[in-house]
């Protein structure tokens, strides 16, 4: 069954703490994105990556980081330093133009 | 600036009735859109790109440069089309989708 699995589905982080959010992909895209949802602001870019072993920072990158040391996966780790980060996260993949797959995405709660 | 703006948050029409979702866009490049969908507990979709101007679900959107616009249009709504919808930008040479705000669509019936 190919496609685009994210973990946890529900993360809760206690102040002060990163946690990382896993998306994986089994469709041989090249490019990986991760955007954040909330509502009445639509889907907004926070990385993304084109290839391996490189990525872009994308309009709200600031307190996240990311890596992509294989194809197949690219992680988000949500750092302290990101003042409100309660909210869904979406990771997504695609090739060439041909629009993306998403994954089922992780809603994260600071407690 | 590239910039995706969906004017409407909410749109409630009755079953049946026409259904149109405005999107407007600004890019200085050619325009390559988007519409995706997200139905209730289910993973954000693509429902139709302006380059394939096929019609998915009974949806059509035509690509009108003048006005820069890409708007969503159904001239039957049906109750299964409640969900929320979101018009997306691709950044060429970027590889990277601008999306909007999104609408929420709610079919009364």
């Known amino acids: 069954d190919g496609g685009i699995t994210q973990s946890p589905k529900y993360l809760f982080r206690k102040e002060g703490q990163n946690v990382t959010l896993s998306c994986e992909q089994n469709?041989?895209?090249?490019?990986m994105y991760w955007y954040r949802q909330d509502p009445g602001q639509g889907l907004r870019l926070i990385y993304y990556?084109?290839?391996?072993?490189?990525?872009q920072k994308g309009d709200i990158a600031e307190g996240y980081s990311v890596s992509r040391e294989k194809k197949e996966s690219f992680p988000l780790t949500v750092t302290s330093a990101q003042k409100n980060p309660t909210a869904f996260y979406l990771c997504?993949?695609?090739?060439?133009?041909?629009?993306?797959?998403f994954g089922s995405g992780t809603r994260l709660t600071v407690v | 600036a590239q910039r995706v703006t969906q004017p409407e948050k909410l749109l409630s029409v009755f079953k049946g009735a026409p259904v149109e979702l405005k999107c407007n866009y600004s890019y200085s490049g050619s325009p390559e859109l988007f519409w995706y969908v997200q139905y209730s507990r289910q993973r954000l979709q693509l429902l139709l790109r302006?380059?394939s101007r096929e019609s998915i679900k009974g949806f059509t959107a035509d690509l009108n440069k003048g006005e820069t616009s890409f708007h969503l249009k159904k001239p039957f709504a049906q109750e299964e089309d409640s969900a929320m919808y979101y018009c997306?930008?691709?950044?060429?040479?970027?590889?990277?989708?601008?999306f909007g705000q999104g609408t929420r669509l709610t079919i009364n019936p």
């Open positions: 997504a993949s695609s090739w060439a133009d041909n629009g993306y797959t």
């Open positions: 302006h380059i």
């Open positions: 990556s084109q290839i391996v072993n490189d990525f």
């Open positions: 469709l041989n895209h090249d490019a």
């Open positions: 997306a930008l691709n950044i060429q040479g970027a590889q990277k989708l601008v």
